[in-house]
């Protein structure tokens, strides 16, 4: 059974950084596109950012583009989004989540989550 274990988040002033994992274990995430969102206080579930089984094709909201980037690293099991220049809009509650078929860009089987909190 997958289990994914996200952590890395905290609190951080405007313009900070900080970089979120994702660890999976249960299941190898290797052939599967895996992604990260994020719910704001009081709002619905945002898809910031995800990337193919390989590696080598991303894709990131515009709201983000520029200072948050995903990568994974499969031979660890793991994903990983750095974030730089953090603003107090990103303050957010983190997820990663897997494809749901292997690239089909439907997930499922979230983490827990992991709370970032930009003070400005």
């Known amino acids: 059974q997958l289990q994914l274990v996200e952590s890395g988040g905290g609190l951080v002033q405007s313009g900070g950084s900080l970089r979120l994992s994702c660890a999976a274990s249960?299941?190898?995430?290797?052939?599967?596109?895996v992604a990260w969102f994020r719910q704001a206080p009081g709002k619905g579930l945002e898809w910031v950012s995800g990337?193919?089984?390989?590696?080598?094709?991303?894709y990131s909201v515009d709201s983000v583009k520029g200072r948050f980037t995903i990568s994974r690293d499969n031979a660890k099991n793991t994903l990983y989004l750095q974030m730089n220049s953090l603003k107090p809009e990103d303050t957010a509650v983190y997820y990663c989540?897997?494809?749901?078929?292997?690239?089909?860009?439907?997930?499922?089987?979230w983490g827990q989550g992991t709370q970032v909190t930009v003070s400005s």
């Open positions: 989540a897997k494809d749901l078929y292997g690239s089909s860009w439907y997930f499922g089987s």
């Open positions: 249960g299941s190898n995430l290797d052939r599967y596109a």
């Open positions: 990337i193919n089984s390989g590696g080598g094709v991303t």
